[in-house]
């Protein structure tokens, strides 16, 4: 099956910094998504992103289809950034599943 | 996109019985799904819930011990049965919209079973 791998696995910021988080996947997708998980366990959709660059405020997206990879950006970081962000994909012709990676736990530090 | 009302947000349980998870959405949908995250681990698909017909479970789960029921386009139900402390996880469903949105998660259910 299609892979997902997130990087780096723990990240600890200072408030105001930036960051990058990079998922690589193994196989063509229909669909690739960002999400945020806060403390309290809500999976909050950031970013909807099978290709191209979204932005939202503080938080960027883009994805390289053709070289499988998508980069998350975060600037200006605050706490309540905090928690685990999850890349997911759908592969290519098997349309509801989503397959998740193993996330990124990102802390804030005021 | 949809919004997903899902119930209990959390819940302790005595091993040995079962819980039934509830998800309502605002609006018609096709496709439901049920996802579990295991402490401390990323999210796995359970089943796609089906409306009037028996849910498609992926290989490991099954029927006897996630029950699902989808009796309409709005709604489904997730039964964690006969429970044990390895049950402990949060439980999410999710919808698919998929033009603009891709897949809404609910709350989350956190059960801990003791």
């Known amino acids: 099956g299609i892979q997902v791998e997130q990087s780096p696995p723990d990240l600890i910021l200072q408030e105001g910094a930036n960051s990058t988080l990079r998922c690589n996947f193994s196989?063509?997708?229909?669909?690739l998504q960002w999400f945020h998980q806060n403390p309290w366990g809500q999976l909050i959709n950031l970013f909807y992103?099978?290709?191209g660059t979204k932005q939202n405020g503080r938080l960027s997206a883009t994805t390289v289809a053709t070289e499988r990879y998508s980069l998350l950006y975060i600037s200006s970081s605050q706490t309540t950034d905090s928690g685990v962000y999850f890349c997911?994909?759908?592969?290519?012709?098997?349309?509801?599943?989503?397959?998740f990676g193993q996330g990124t736990t990102l802390q804030v530090k005021p | 996109s949809a919004v997903i009302s899902q119930k209990p947000s959390r819940d302790i349980c005595q091993r040995g019985t079962s819980l039934t998870i509830q998800c309502q959405v605002d609006?018609?949908?096709?496709?439901m799904f049920w996802y579990r995250q295991q402490p401390g681990q990323s999210l796995t698909l359970i089943a796609t819930?089906?409306?009037?017909?028996?849910?498609?479970?992926e290989s490991g789960f099954v029927i006897d011990k996630f029950p699902i029921s989808r009796p309409n386009l709005t709604f489904s139900t997730l039964t964690v049965s006969n429970m044990s402390p390895e049950d402990s996880s949060i439980y999410l469903c999710?919808?698919?919209?998929?033009?603009?949105?891709?897949?809404?998660f609910g709350s989350g259910t956190r059960l801990t079973v003791v």
């Open positions: 999710s919808v698919a919209q998929l033009t603009n949105y891709g897949y809404t």
């Open positions: 196989d063509s997708v229909n669909n």
């Open positions: 992103i099978p290709s």
């Open positions: 997911a994909v759908e592969r290519r012709g098997n349309t509801g599943k989503l397959i």
């Open positions: 609006s018609q949908v096709t496709m």
């Open positions: 819930a089906n409306q009037g017909s028996e849910a498609t479970y």
